[in-house]
């Protein structure tokens, strides 16, 4: 089998630390990858073992789904509100099966009150 020369090597064109940016830093898929450039998914597939860059499992990158403990956000900053509605959650609060829904029910309105927080 004939190689084409590296001029004409489209996979070639593609380099590696842009490879790495995307693929690793930026987590794109192989097919987001390969539409950026105008290739096919094989081509850059092909390129990534010629770098030695190890592709991931199919399927979602950990911590970019729901449920996924390391899906939490890494700019998230804690408030002393935040704290405060969390903690009435967890202590007298309901979360949903679907984790879609959160109740509170109390009969001391001024616990869920907004300037009880500032109290």
């Known amino acids: 089998m004939r190689t084409a020369?590296?001029?004409?090597?489209?996979?070639?064109?593609?380099s590696e630390l842009e490879l790495r940016e995307l693929y690793i830093t930026h987590g794109l898929t192989i097919e987001q990858i390969a539409r950026n450039f105008g290739l096919a998914a094989t081509t850059?597939?092909?390129r990534m073992?010629?770098?030695k860059i190890e592709a991931r499992r199919r399927g979602p990158i950990p911590g970019t789904g729901r449920g996924d403990p390391a899906a939490?956000?890494?700019d998230f900053?804690?408030?002393a509100e935040l704290a405060y509605a969390v903690?009435?959650?967890?202590?007298?609060?309901?979360?949903g099966r679907d984790n879609s829904?959160?109740?509170?029910?109390?009969?001391?309105?001024?616990?869920?009150?907004?300037h009880s927080i500032a109290d």
């Open 101 to 114: 829904r959160i109740t509170m029910t109390s009969k001391d309105t001024d616990l869920l009150t907004a």
């Open 87 to 95: 903690g009435l959650i967890a202590t007298d609060g309901c979360l």
């Open 44 to 46: 850059v597939s092909r």
């Open 77 to 79: 900053q804690w408030s």
């Open 72 to 74: 939490v956000r890494r």
């Open 5 to 14: 020369p590296a001029a004409t090597n489209r996979r070639a064109a593609v």
């Open 49 to 51: 073992r010629e770098v």
